[in-house]
């Protein structure tokens, strides 16, 4: 039957759940249903196919033969399917260079999808090679012989011991001394053949039980050639078991008789605990083991039980799968996060090992004995240069083990500031406590060393910077800074600008770097100030006070337009500059415990961030898009004056430690590739489209692993869809549930910028700026962020003890709507948009965000649901000046309230807010708005009005979170000392005493103004929620519940309120909750369900009811499914997203 | 993160430990019953999968009311852990898939069948839903298969079930043995989780079908006509959700002070964590005793002859500090409703 309404699923990402290694560059992984090929040299997928139907591949095995074909079982559930894979590398080779057409591919199915009764763990092609037999094991201790060309059942052998298995491995390939080592939810191993010894009840009798785990066994694996079994399990634990057979010929070769198996004994030979949560597979290769696990670690060990190696870089929980090429050289693995990667297993010896050298000044007079280094830096990969104590300056080859003394001046002693010119040529600059500068430049192929001095301050030279080859920063005494134009060829020095550093503890320039005429400045106080050159101006004219904390800025650089800055805060932040102005666009910390950062670096042409830094005792470099430690030198802990220098892929670190210059040398820990990247570590909750086109979308996504993520759904160079990250925000400290979008005032036809508000645990509201350049770059940029009942974001204890009423912080944000008020109201500036949120503590919470300030208002909030608030919805009803904006929210209690919000609350919400206080700064608390209740079905009314009374005393505060930019003419007068930075950001936050008793005496004064009309449309929660206008004063709402039920109410709002017409239903719509619905049209709905069933319905309404009938019913790949979101690409085709466990896009056509 | 922490996020959680059940389910059986009225008329149950023995404990309470001598009532509950003994609960360590198992069950009736068996019985769950919810289809079926050899005809049988993608080809089995299905979700069963009961009543097996241990019962499957993958056919049961809305909300985030001048007391858990199978290894992680990478030269004991004078080499410890990176995800309770739904109070 030719379905006119069809969905037609695109594309799908999750678990990584299995993975085969094929030759030298191809890895094949099982995602959901479809079976991916990844080229190694390419890190690309260059061939998808949906081979499993509705199913889930768990593996994928290969059978051997000599041709260039291929030929795999792949099964999954209860499913199994042979499929034959061309390379078209492999026959059309000629010996030139490889392109794409080489890696292009085609997987062609051999025997149809074959259901059988029970769960597949095991199968396995059985020998001779001609036999077309494959040995499944099933999923209570059974196993199938199986004729897959002619889909046939041959054979089926049942076990005495029919428990429920977690896991079966096949051993030998002849059905006749076929062995299974089957794992059982009993935490045993039991060993059995199908041509073993059977019972009276026909069923056959173990060999073997291997006991001893203390949980079920999530894995068996066997060695032929070390005879050897290992198991891994829920009790954390690998056991290694050696098999000894009383019949002494060679068994490495060949299979190991059923005979020799009933004569076994065997041992525990090793308890392995490596990982910290449950393991759920491991390996045994020639020499070693790998073994993945829960957290999300890949351990190589030896067979002596000692851990070789530990990948780390999955995100979240869970590498599932695990696969390595028959040569041993890699691992790859596959995760929770979507990613596959790729490890290489030579083992440490030849890889990553450190040489560290301890240098020894020269010891030539007597003078020098107790002299001792006082700063190192690297001139070029081998060339050190150290200024001593004593004011000796050395130059020391590392190679030639070369000394050169460059200078001996007692001017130099004690104290000297040096700096490295960044260009090519061989220039070092000293600065002395006299305020000289002297610098050094080699000049030839052999080279000559010229010095030059100049007077350049009346006192200490604080610090030197080199901006650039020419240009050279200095600080002087009280915060003189000197920005130098220097001539190489002439040996020259002039001074260009002349800049103010305004006082801090510490008073001198930490970090700097120039951009678009603008000079950016770090102190040792955490601020980051930005000069204008070629002003006459000597102060900063933006400055963003203490934004790295006291520690200091350490690094600043500029990429791409942006400016990136880095500090001992264990942050690194991005900025825009644009006309001298710079606007804070993100903050990232790098990792928990990883707080001193000294440095970073743009690898990879902007692809990758390179963090340099200390964390505790060692040196350690991160890689930000590897999620992992290129390296870790333990050098004892953060070191003062330090370098480090790349040549490929070798690293030489040098550092001053008391006394002693140590240079040490290694490699990068270049071990991994990633062949698909990672999605997010936990289940994504929400996802919103916002972009979309016939071609690809550009999706965000909020997760339990505390990010969002904006990533494009687009095809690769082979025509795979793929996905990839654009930009992944931290900034949450819980679980993300809930995303919203709304245009931004600054959203223009040629740059699409949106809001999005991000919320989710521990009740934090985020607010992001997202401007899509292009299909491959986004900027974000963070406006604000918020937390119920948090009147700080850095509370001071005084503040606390104020806060008379604390909010619960285990409120939990559950949705998030959002509208623009000016397309409800033209008369609204663009900036302002009204946000509803549904929170757990039963609160419905309505705020108004100024995108231009970039605060966000409480604005109304009720607790009229009693229970906890699930969905949230913005209706706009429009109809010229009385246009009304109503919210629908809903609750676990089946529940569905509707809420209007006037042009005038709003009004009178933002003109009280932007009011100059106290302070004259922008900040008023708002009065709660309480919802006034008109509704005839309650039956504890009373309570209600008590619970509104008691409302009326939680006097909620506005966070304030504010960007510290300080306009040049404010800072003018205002001292940037400690104390002044505190009041200012006290005022910045506008808490003061008079403030807070000024807010309570405004709480008195509580309008009851908004009704509510309400309505039961559900046994339990409601999750799903949405509306689309019908005509005139009508609309359309749909509900999806956890009850499975759908229902879709046709409503009238007009001023005399809400109205039902009619109601349609639904009850059992899906056969688990409802977790989504959409409006395609006012007559075609769409329904998502952790059934896993994407549903397209018809809307028929008539006078009397609405008739919803199934028009088309689409299973979705993705597990747990949380959320939709859909977007119209055109009359006759929408494209869907779902999000789970992974996330898929649907098309739509035929509306 | 306090140890109250728990009690704000999960009312039942404290108020299970404040009304001494050893777990919340509790809860969830104490309201299966406000509905269907499960106890009228019970006299002889079997609690499959009993341990920590929350629902022996409500079994108990409802059926012998407090009467610890009521000869009358007896009451069954199997595990193959040992849990800790409940007044007026025979307890039975033993396999729900062995025949031996039922007829020690029904010795202890004296030859006379269950009139309800419940079954909370649930697997440690994996992640991957798929197999998480196979296998939970198959301890439920593997109950139901014990039940169909203790439960009198007309019987009561009510077993946790997870409401995943394949739940209806569960109902059309169970159909088959009960005229009476219904997929009840507790209050006390949160919002997210895929966690729910099947309350299967007036027990009527098929004609002739002779009760049989030594095949285990495996699910339906999807088939053109009654239960199709894709299309409109499916059997899909009816959905209760506990019809009392004043109760307390699982999903709701409550202040410690629920009631007012009842001043919040923090209680510890009833009864910890029966001896779970990863104890030893935590053991070992709490004292930084798991395996670490080793220095590859110490390793393979030799002794390597060393070029420079002061110079040392050593493998470096890359991964030899704590795993930082893994740490906040792994231990922040806040996202693991679901699975704290399924282990219970064991987390602690």
């Known amino acids: ?1151 | 993160m306090g140890k109250s922490s728990k009690d704000k996020r999960d009312v039942y959680y404290r108020l299970a430990k404040e009304e001494g059940w050893r777990a919340r389910s509790a809860f969830k059986l104490l309201q299966i019953n406000e509905d269907f009225n499960l106890f009228e008329g019970v006299k002889k149950v079997v609690d499959l999968c009993a341990a920590p023995g929350s629902w022996s404990q409500v079994l108990a309470r409802k059926l012998r009311g407090g009467d610890v001598k009521n000869d009358d009532v007896k009451i069954v509950a199997v595990d193959l852990q040992a849990m800790a003994p409940i007044p007026g609960v025979i307890q039975l360590q033993g396999d729900i898939t062995k025949k031996s198992t039922a007829q020690e069950i029904i010795s202890h009736f004296e030859g006379e069948k269950a009139d309800l068996v419940v079954c909370d019985g649930a697997p440690d769950v994996t992640g991957l839903h798929d197999i998480d919810e196979y296998i939970q289809a198959q301890l439920l079926l593997a109950a139901l298969n014990i039940t169909t050899h203790v439960l009198r005809t007309g019987g009561t049988f009510v077993a946790k079930i997870f409401r995943g993608k394949d739940v209806t080809l569960l109902y059309s089995q169970l159909r088959i043995f009960f005229p009476l299905v219904a997929i009840f979700k507790p209050r006390s069963s949160r919002n997210s989780s895929i966690e729910a009961f099947v309350v299967c009543q007036n027990y009527s097996p098929p004609a002739g079908y002779i009760p049989n241990m030594s095949n285990p019962l495996l699910d339906h499957k999807y088939d053109t006509d009654y239960n199709n993958l894709e299309g409109p056919n499916r059997v899909i049961v009816p959905f209760l959700a506990c019809g009392d809305l004043s109760g307390f909300d699982s999903d709701r985030t409550y202040p410690l002070n629920l009631e007012d001048g009842k001043d919040y007391v923090y209680h510890p858990p009833t009864q910890g964590p029966i001896k779970p199978p990863y104890e030893e290894a935590c053991q070992l992680r709490k004292t930084d005793q798991l395996a670490k990478v080793v220095d590859p030269k110490k390793a393979s004991s030799e002794s390597s002859d060393k070029s420079k004078g002061d110079t040392t080499t050593k493998g470096s410890s890359i991964d030899s500090l704590p795993d930082c990176l893994d740490e906040d995800l792994e231990f922040d309770p806040s996202e693991q409703d679901v699975l704290e739904d399924l282990t219970e109070l064991q987390i602690g």
């Open chain 1, 1 to 1151: 039957m030719e379905q006119k309404h069809a969905i037609q699923g695109d594309f799908m990402t999750g678990p990584v759940t299995a993975l085969h290694t094929v030759g030298d560059n191809i890895v094949l992984a099982g995602i959901g249903s479809y079976l991916h090929s990844f080229v190694i040299s390419e890190q690309k997928s260059n061939s998808c196919l949906l081979v499993l139907p509705c199913r889930c591949i768990h593996g994928i095995r290969e059978f051997t033969n000599e041709t260039d074909v291929h030929t795999f079982a792949v099964f999954g559930e209860k499913c199994v399917t042979v499929v034959d894979y061309h390379s078209a590398a492999q026959s059309g080779k000629n010996g030139g260079p490889l392109d794409h057409s080489d890696y292009s591919i085609t997987i062609t199915t051999r025997a149809q999808m074959t259901e059988f009764e029970d769960w597949i763990w095991d199968a396995v092609f059985l020998k001779p090679k001609d036999s077309c037999h494959l040995a499944l094991a099933l999923g209570h201790n059974s196993v199938i012989l199986w004729d897959w060309k002619h889909a046939r059942l041959v054979e089926k052998v049942s076990c005495v011991e029919s428990c429920i298995l977690y896991c079966a491995k096949f051993i030998n390939t002849q059905w006749d001394c076929l062995i299974l080592a089957a794992g059982t939810v009993f935490n045993e191993i039991l060993l059995w053949s199908p041509k073993g010894q059977r019972s009276q009840s026909g069923h056959v009798n173990v060999i073997k039980s291997l006991k001893g785990h203390q949980g079920v066994i999530f894995s068996v694996d066997f060695s032929h050639q070390k005879q050897m079994m290992c198991s891994a399990s829920d009790d954390r634990s690998i056991r290694l078991w050696q098999f000894s057979f009383d019949n002494h010929s060679n068994l490495h070769e060949t299979e190991i008789p059923l005979e020799s198996w009933e004569n076994s004994s065997y041992t525990c030979v090793h308890v392995l605990y490596g990982h910290s949560a449950r393991v759920w597979d491991v390996r045994l290769l020639t020499c070693k083991l790998v073994s993945v696990g829960e957290d999300s670690t890949c351990c190589v060990w030896n067979y002596e039980g000692d851990v070789l190696q530990k990948f780390k870089g999955h995100r979240g929980k869970s590498i599932w799968s695990l696969s390595v090429d028959e040569k041993e050289r890699y691992v790859v693995t596959g995760g929770g996060d979507a990613s596959v990667r790729l490890w290489y297993l030579s083992s440490r010896s030849e890889r990553s090992n450190y040489i560290t050298q301890s240098l020894q000044l020269q010891q030539t007079s007597s003078e020098k004995e107790d002299d001792y280094p006082r700063s190192v830096s690297l001139l070029s990969y081998n060339e050190i240069i150290i200024i001593t104590n004593k004011g000796f300056l050395y130059l020391h080859d590392i190679e030639k083990e070369r000394w050169l003394t460059l200078m001996n001046d007692p001017d130099y002693r004690s104290y000297t500031v040096m700096s490295v010119a960044p260009a090519q040529q061989s220039c070092v600059v000293l600065g002395n406590i006299h305020g000289k500068l002297r610098i050094f430049l080699a000049e030839g192929s052999q080279p000559v060393w010229k010095s030059k001095d100049w007077n350049i301050y009346d006192g200490k030279i604080m610090s030197i910077h080199w901006l650039s080859g020419t240009r050279l920063l200095t600080t002087g005494p009280e915060g003189g800074i000197k920005l130098w134009n220097f001539d190489v060829d002439t040996l020259n020095l002039e001074l260009d600008e002349q800049y103010i550093l305004p006082e801090c503890k510490q008073r001198w320039v930490s970090a700097a770097s120039l951009s678009h005429g603008s000079l950016i400045c770090g102190d040792r106080g955490g601020t980051i100030h930005i000069y204008q050159l070629g002003s006459e101006f000597r102060n900063p004219s933006q400055s963003f006070p203490k934004i790295h904390g006291k520690t200091g800025v350490t690094n600043i650089i500029c990429h791409k337009g942006n400016v990136y800055t880095s500090g001992r805060d264990g942050c690194y932040r991005v900025f825009s500059h644009d006309d001298g102005h710079m606007t804070l666009l993100n903050t990232h910390r790098v990792y928990k415990g990883f707080e001193w950062i000294d440095k970073l670096q743009i690898a990879d042409d902007g692809a990758d961030y390179h963090i340099f830094g200390f964390q505790s005792s060692d040196f350690v470099l991160w890689s930000v898009n590897r999620n992992q430690k290129l390296l870790q030198i333990p050098c004892g802990g953060g070191h003062r004056s330090w370098d480090c220098s790349f040549r490929g892929d070798h690293f030489r670190f040098v550092y001053q430690k008391t006394r002693e210059v140590v240079v040490c040398d290694t490699r990068l820990e270049q071990n991994q590739l990633k062949l698909k990247n990672a999605l997010h570590g936990r289940e994504i909750t929400c996802v919103k489209i916002l972009d979309a086109n016939t071609e690809g979308c550009i999706v965000a996504t909020g997760s339990e692993d505390t990010s969002v993520q904006i990533s494009a759904i687009r095809c690769n160079e082979f025509g795979v869809k793929e996905i990839v990250c654009l930009e992944h925000l931290s900034g949450h400290i819980s679980s993300v549930r809930a995303l919203s979008l709304s245009p931004s005032s600054k959203d223009s036809i040629n740059k699409k910028s949106t809001l999005m508000f991000s919320a989710g645990g521990r009740a934090q509201l985020l607010v992001w700026r997202l401007t899509i350049r292009d299909s491959t770059s986004i900027v974000t940029e963070n406006l604000c962020m918020h937390m119920i009942g948090q009147t700080q974001k850095k509370g001071k204890t005084r503040m606390w003890k104020l806060q008379q009423i604390k909010l619960n912080p285990e409120t939990r944000f559950m949705d998030l709507s959002s509208v623009q008020l000016s397309s409800v109201w033209s008369d609204f500036p663009a900036h302002l948009h009204l946000l509803a949120s549904a929170c757990s503590d039963a609160f419905v919470r309505f705020y108004i965000f100024t995108e231009e300030k970039k605060e966000l208002i409480p604005f109304l909030e009720s607790s009229l649901h009693e229970h906890c608030v699930l969905k949230v919805c913005c209706l706009k009803r429009q109809c010229g000046s009385d246009s009304v904006i109503y919210i629908l929210s809903a609750a676990t209690d089946g529940c569905i309230a509707f809420w209007k919000v006037n042009k005038k609350d709003i009004h009178e919400t933002v003109k009280k807010f932007s009011q100059p206080n106290l302070d004259n700064r922008i900040f008023e608390t708002c009065s709660f708005v309480k919802c006034d209740i008109h509704e005839s079905s309650a039956n504890n009314f009373n309570l209600r009005e008590d619970l509104l009374d008691k409302e009326s005393m939680w006097g909620v505060l506005p966070s304030n979170h504010k960007q510290h930019i300080l306009k040049s003419d404010d800072r003018n007068d205002s001292q940037c000392s400690d104390e002044g930075q505190v009041s200012n950001k006290e005022q910045d936050s506008g808490m003061s005493v008079a403030n807070m008793e000024s807010n309570s005496s405004k709480e008195n004064s509580i309008q009851r103004t908004k009704h509510v009309f309400f309505m039961k449309h559900h046994q339990s929660g409601v999750n799903g929620l949405d509306y689309i206008h019908l005509q005139d004063d009508d609309y359309l709402i749909a509900s999806g519940g956890d009850d499975n039920a759908l229902v879709v109410t046709s409503v009238r709002i007009n001023s005399e309120g809400v109205k039902v017409i009619t109601t349609g239903s639904y009850l059992c719509a899906h056969s688990t909750e409802i977790t989504g619905v959409k409006f395609l049209s006012p007559s075609k709905l769409i329904s998502v369900s952790i059934d896993q069933r994407l549903i397209l319905w018809s809307v028929n309404i008539t006078e009397s009811r609405i008739q919803l009938q199934q028009m088309s019913c689409k299973f979705v790949c993705v597990a747990d499914i949380s959320n939709i979101d859909c977007q119209k690409l055109n009359n006759d085709l929408f494209t869907v997203v779902i999000s789970g466990e992974g996330l898929a896009t649907c098309q739509i056509h035929g509306i």
